[in-house]
């Protein structure tokens, strides 16, 4: 999937977990599996957050979701 961003590739992912009755299949399944609130996973995942800890959590929802890095 490439050309797209994190936050295009995380909504295809969770599109997909959906449909194979997987999860997480939401944002609010990412937020609650990391104790998070789901505005910061939101706005964490649109990439409105910046820095070393949000990308520290990027790569810890991708790999939650299932994605591929």
Same mark, same amino acid.
């Given at each position: 999937?490439?050309? *797209?961003?994190? !936050? ?5 992912? *969770?599109?997909?977990?959906?449909? $194979?009755? *997987? ?12 104790? *998070? !609130? ?7 995942? $649109? =990439?409105?957050?910046?820095? =070393?800890? !949000? ?6 929802? $991708?790999?939650? $979701?299932?994605? =591929?890095?």
């Amino acid at each position: 999937m490439s050309g *797209l961003t994190y !936050s295009e590739r995380m909504t295809i992912q *969770l599109s997909r977990n959906k449909k $194979a009755g *997987l999860q997480p299949s939401t944002q609010q399944a990412i937020a609650k599996k990391f104790g *998070l !609130s789901k505005m910061y996973v939101s706005s964490v995942i $649109a =990439e409105k957050q910046h820095g =070393e800890k !949000s990308n520290a959590w990027r790569k810890k929802f $991708a790999i939650y $979701a299932g994605m =591929e890095n």
